[in-house]
């Protein structure tokens, strides 16, 4: 018995497929003639107009960036990396596991320390000691890849988890705005259709797909200038999947710049305008993502991955 969200991994290797909703079996039908779209229809209990939603226009390349790294290195193992975010922009960072997309992520949100190079928020310099207080306060946000160590709060209840990217906002003389953070959390538990939807309903209890919507529902009403999304549809359903693809382009609509990582190669293509290539703590490539596929981004990762290796023994 083989259970997984990722649907081309049921194509490829099963006889039969059960789908499930609500939990209860909706139906089993044998692999043969199912497709992506047919499995989705089922889980969703509707028909599914398209698998990725459509992108706003990619800005001008004269824009200046919300978010440049310039030759930067860290002690995490990053060297030498370069990229630019614009506003209303999503960038892809492609690359295996331990390749570094992780640590470009904390660096730039100021968890891990940059030791070298420039890092530039809205053209001024950030680079020197910068703190996630002081990411944060610049507009950086970020959605980890483990939400449930780094990114909520799970002895919370709903409400304090949405509040806490906008309780300076919110708060007067260091006193919170109760009535103001209803009112927020209410609108989100709305906007991205969180269940159970009561305010202060227990994190903790709620399934991947939802507790990830709290998360994302935390820096949705921060506003945030650039929002760094690390594995952002990770271990959630189909439903929850495409709300958080939805969420990902109405902030680029909005003029956000946004930085997406993720291990589905699948979801990085078709929801970027381009993405940069990355292997052992350096990026060797930049292109358009719609002149990328899923193979042609792996072949790619996987030979400089081995050039290096070479590069490393020839030195040795």
């Not at 028909?47 to 004269?62: C, F, N, V, Y």
């Not at 209840?157 to 009112?183: D, F, Y």
């Amino acid at each position: 018995i083989y259970v997984s969200h990722f649907l081309d991994h049921i194509l490829a290797h099963c006889d039969r497929v059960t789908v499930m909703r609500d939990g209860r079996v909706v139906r089993t039908s044998p692999i043969a003639g199912e497709t992506k779209k047919s499995l989705v229809d089922s889980m969703l209990g509707q028909e599914a107009d398209i698998l990725w939603p459509a992108l706003p226009p990619p800005p001008e390349t004269s824009v200046r960036p919300v978010a440049q790294l310039r030759n930067v290195s860290t002690n995490t193992g990053l060297s030498d990396i370069s990229l630019v975010v614009r506003p209303g922009e999503i960038v892809g960072l492609i690359g295996l596991v331990g390749s570094g997309r992780t640590e470009v992520a904390r660096a730039m949100f100021g968890a891990d320390p940059i030791t070298g190079g420039e890092y530039l928020i809205d053209g001024k310099p950030r680079q020197h000691r910068l703190t996630v207080r002081q990411a944060i306060a610049e507009g950086v946000a970020l959605v980890p890849e483990d939400r449930r160590k780094q990114g909520l709060v799970l002895t919370q209840t709903t409400r304090p988890n949405v509040s806490l990217g906008t309780l300076k906002a919110i708060s007067g003389m260091g006193i919170l705005n109760h009535r103001i953070e209803v009112q927020r959390t209410r609108e989100m538990i709305a906007h991205f259709g969180i269940v159970p939807g009561a305010v202060d309903g227990r994190v903790a209890r709620y399934s991947g797909g939802n507790q990830q919507k709290v998360l994302l529902s935390k820096w949705a009403v921060a506003k945030p200038k650039l929002l760094i999304l690390d594995e952002p549809s990770r271990g959630v359903d189909i439903g929850a999947r495409r709300r958080i693809h939805d969420f990902i382009v109405d902030m680029a609509s909005q003029g956000v710049g946004v930085l997406l990582l993720s291990s589905e190669l699948e979801e990085v293509i078709n929801l970027s305008h381009r993405c940069y290539l990355l292997s052992e703590g350096r990026i060797f490539a930049e292109e358009p993502a719609g002149q990328l596929t899923v193979e042609s981004a792996l072949h790619s990762v996987f030979l400089e991955q081995n050039s290096h290796r070479n590069r490393q023994e020839v030195a040795s």
